[in-house]
């Protein structure tokens, strides 16, 4: 288990505050852990999406939403887990910050089944990864060493129904749309030459 502790003095002041010390302390033991268990393994390979949070160098935080089919995160072990980099926007928030500072957080939530689990860990992105082939469309991969892997109360999570995959979701044989906003005025002189029509002097 990571060294550093698992509650740090804020959350026990409002610990304290609810009497809920004692309680918080049990589900430590309970529920924390550093290695994925098979059904930790599962689960994340049938999830379509996770929410990434991360943090500069100065503690300035972001929260990122991260999608795929399932089975876009692979369990590699059970300490690491990794996903695609996809392309995106271009503002690298999460994984620039990831660079930075590669502590991160995973949020793991299954609506249909009401489940989440997360998995606070050390991040490291390469275009080098080899793994990157298991991936089309993947412009970097992610891997996270897992430090500590936990599951929460689902009681909040509500119950939704997958209706239909993201259309630009990447996959074998398969050739996603252009998004309509990279053919907006307003960024069509900023995109990279490889996302510019011909005409403007793309690929």
Same mark, same amino acid.
């Given at each position: 288990?990571?060294?550093?502790?698992?509650?740090?003095?804020?959350?026990?002041?409002?610990?304290? /505050?609810?009497?809920?010390?004692?309680?918080?302390?049990?589900?430590?033991?309970?529920?924390?852990?550093? =290695?994925?268990?098979?059904?930790?393994?599962?689960?994340?390979?049938?999830?379509? *999406?996770?929410?990434?949070?991360?943090?500069?160098?100065?503690?300035?935080?972001?929260?990122?939403?991260?999608?795929?089919?399932?089975?876009?995160? &692979?369990?590699?072990?059970? !300490?690491?887990?990794?996903?695609?980099?996809?392309?995106?926007?271009?503002?690298?928030?999460?994984?620039?910050? /990831?660079?930075?500072?590669?502590?991160?957080?995973?949020?793991?939530?299954?609506?249909?089944?009401?489940?989440?689990?997360?998995?606070?860990?050390?991040?490291?992105i390469a275009a080098d990864d080899?793994?990157?082939?298991?991936?089309?469309?993947?412009?970097f991969v992610v891997r996270v060493? =897992?430090?500590?892997?936990?599951?929460?109360?689902?009681?909040?999570?509500?119950? *939704? /129904?997958?209706?239909?995959?993201?259309?630009? =979701?990447?996959?074998?044989?398969?050739?996603?749309?252009?998004? /309509?906003?990279?053919?907006?005025?307003?960024?069509?002189?900023?995109?990279?030459? !490889?996302d510019r029509p011909p005409e403007?002097?793309? &690929?």
């Amino acid at each position: 288990m990571d060294k550093d502790p698992m509650y740090h003095p804020g959350m026990r002041r409002l610990q304290d /505050a609810r009497e809920t010390r004692e309680l918080a302390d049990r589900l430590e033991q309970v529920t924390v852990r550093s =290695a994925f268990t098979d059904e930790d393994h599962a689960f994340i390979e049938s999830c379509s *999406m996770c929410f990434v949070a991360s943090a500069d160098t100065a503690g300035q935080p972001d929260c990122s939403y991260k999608g795929g089919l399932p089975g876009f995160v &692979h369990v590699l072990d059970e !300490r690491t887990l990794a996903l695609p980099d996809y392309d995106g926007n271009g503002m690298y928030r999460s994984w620039g910050n /990831a660079l930075a500072n590669p502590q991160v957080g995973l949020l793991f939530i299954d609506f249909e089944r009401q489940k989440r689990l997360r998995v606070n860990g050390r991040a490291v992105i390469a275009a080098d990864d080899p793994l990157r082939r298991a991936w089309p469309g993947a412009v970097f991969v992610v891997r996270v060493t =897992a430090e500590r892997i936990f599951p929460n109360c689902p009681r909040y999570i509500h119950k *939704m /129904a997958m209706i239909e995959a993201s259309v630009y =979701a990447p996959r074998t044989g398969y050739e996603p749309p252009v998004p /309509a906003w990279k053919g907006f005025d307003v960024f069509r002189d900023a995109l990279p030459p !490889r996302d510019r029509p011909p005409e403007d002097g793309g &690929h």
